[in-house]
């Protein structure tokens, strides 16, 4: 079998998205937007259990999918989702001496993921998972 074609372009998907996600948020760099999306992904993690997460994780790209299981904690307490702004404040606080991602940081994350995989896709991942992940990845 060949190398599947999404892993042949995994670098060049991912530095696409991170130019978008950086063009949506208006960060400086795609380091800044690094720590972003890492803090988005973290925050939205800890509000599944690890089945939930890995169905999630399996419909991204490659190398936001390592992204998102990174450094994973499986003893950190689930959280429920809660307002958006609470969960802005937890992603905030990632490295809180070099973040830089703005108040609308899950709207942008959400925003150019949905720029760069199969939405219908994503929504029906998002269904079956608990009240609140589809809020969570909304954009309005």
Known sequence: MPVPVEYKRASMDFEQFMLDAREISGLATTHQTYTMVQGVFQAFRRRLDVKEAIGFANMLPPVLRALFVADWDLDEP???FEDRAIMTREVQSLRP???????TSIHDVSAALR??????????????????????????
């Open 115 to 140: 720029k760069n995989i199969d939405q219908a896709g994503l929504d029906r991942v998002l269904t079956g998972l608990p009240p609140g992940a589809v809020a969570f990845w909304q954009v309005d």
């Open 97 to 103: 001496d070099h973040n830089f991602a703005p108040p």
């Open 78 to 80: 689930r959280r429920p």
